[in-house]
């Protein structure tokens, strides 16, 4: 199995809705990440786990919590968003081997109103 | 980071090689060149690394120069399948190295 799933596929939600996006790897990777894609642009990072436990924050603001609550499962909690959060929010997997190649997920479209 | 230049965009007929370059010239000695592509829709997917020597897999080549400076990704015969944005990442080796820093990235179409 060497997938990246990402559920909700399309999340829509108020500026004062709390929800959660999930991501789930089956393929032993003990690095997983969370990015961000506007419209038009490159992915940016947010986030890196390594061994469950956080070791890369890109400066990303509180009203985005990360989750790792087992080496399988990475959760981003949201709450409080602006619209301009609205964005593709992609997950990825890797090995903690350097340069090895990161899996990526298709992503959750979230719309902030 | 080293920076990267790559063309915006490029063209190409199905079936013919595609050339997609990148300058990276700030890249130190112990980086590798990544590149991964982004089909629409979808997350980004790994196309191909290397240090200093040219590499092929099943997907692309790899053509690097020998000062290191830039680098080719070559796609032998391109399917519609392959239009898609293709960024080149140069990637550290030290404690960071897990990180992905996407450039803009060249929009590849494929002409049937």
């Known amino acids: 199995d060497t997938e990246v799933t990402q559920t909700p596929k399309h999340l829509v939600m108020g500026m004062t809705n709390k929800k959660s996006l999930k991501c789930e790897q089956h393929m032993g990777h003990r690095a997983m990440y969370w990015y961000k894609q506007k419209a038009k642009k490159p992915p940016e990072l947010m986030f890196v786990y390594s061994y469950e436990k956080l070791s890369i924050n890109e400066s990303v603001p509180s009203r985005f919590s990360p989750e790792c609550p087992n080496s399988s499962l990475l959760n981003l909690h949201l709450h409080a968003l602006q619209p301009e959060d609205s964005a593709l929010y992609l997950c990825?997997?890797?090995?903690?081997?350097?340069?090895?190649?990161?899996?990526f997920g298709p992503g959750t479209r979230l719309t902030v109103l | 980071d080293a920076k990267t230049t790559q063309p915006n965009s490029m063209e190409s007929n199905e079936e013919e090689p595609v050339h997609l370059p990148c300058n990276h010239s700030t890249i130190s000695g112990t980086d590798y060149i990544h590149w991964y592509r982004q089909l629409p829709s979808q997350g980004p997917e790994y196309v191909i690394h290397?240090?200093?020597s040219n590499v092929n897999n099943r997907m692309a080549s790899l053509a690097i120069a020998e000062d290191r400076k830039s680098s080719t990704l070559i796609l032998h015969r391109a399917t519609l399948r392959d239009a898609a944005v293709y960024y080149c990442?140069?990637?550290?080796?030290?404690?960071?190295?897990?990180?992905?820093?996407f450039g803009k990235g060249t929009l590849l179409t494929v002409n049937p």
């Open positions: 290397g240090l200093t």
């Open positions: 990442i140069p990637r550290g080796s030290g404690g960071s190295n897990y990180k992905l820093t």
């Open positions: 990825a997997s890797s090995p903690l081997i350097p340069r090895n190649e990161q899996f």
